[in-house]
């Protein structure tokens, strides 16, 4: 489903789910405002920013990325959200193995109320931090193959394929509309 705003522009919705402080704020600030911030503010409830992508020399997409909370007691609200969306990029911290076991739980919720017509990518945020990783990238390939997701790290500190990511994501939407 793609909402037409009053400019004319085709916006798809893009959902950012997982845990709470994978980065998915960080992730967010980083593409639309080009910049980081270390302090960790939880999202409450749900928030979101307008982006256009260059998908490829000819091609862009505007995306309205919606940004979730990622604590337990937001799950009612934020699966409502899932509904109508076109993208879902699945985050996970590389340095929290917990963070990374819960994304089969965020796959199922998506499943269920998102279905199976909507572009999805995993990502593996903050590798910039290597030393104290708990997730391998094959780990992270892997789980992305099983559930036919574009897999990529990111880190939001480092502006490290952020654009890639979302680009990608542009792509999947793309191919399923």
């Not at 699966?79 to 193995?97: E, K, P, R």
């Amino acid at each position: 489903m793609q909402d037409v705003n009053l400019s004319g522009d085709t916006l798809s919705k893009v959902i950012m789910v997982g845990d709470s402080n994978v980065g998915k704020t960080a992730i967010l600030k980083r593409l639309t405002e080009d910049n980081f911030h270390a302090s960790f503010i939880p999202t409450i409830g749900i928030d979101f920013r307008v982006k256009t992508i260059k998908i490829n020399e000819n091609n862009t997409i505007k995306l309205q990325i919606w940004d979730t909370a990622g604590q337990e007691r937001f799950h009612a609200l934020t699966t409502h959200y899932f509904q109508g969306s076109n993208g879902l990029m699945l985050v996970y911290d590389i340095t929290n193995l917990k963070t990374f076991t819960n994304i089969t739980y965020w796959i199922k919720d998506t499943d269920e109320y998102a279905g199976n017509n909507v572009g999805r990518i995993l990502i593996g945020n903050k590798c910039d931090m290597l030393a104290a990783r708990q997730v391998s990238w094959d780990n992270g390939k892997r789980l992305a193959r099983e559930h036919g997701m574009q897999f990529f790290e990111t880190s939001a500190k480092e502006d490290m394929n952020i654009e890639k990511a979302f680009a990608a994501l542009g792509e999947e939407i793309i191919k399923k509309v």
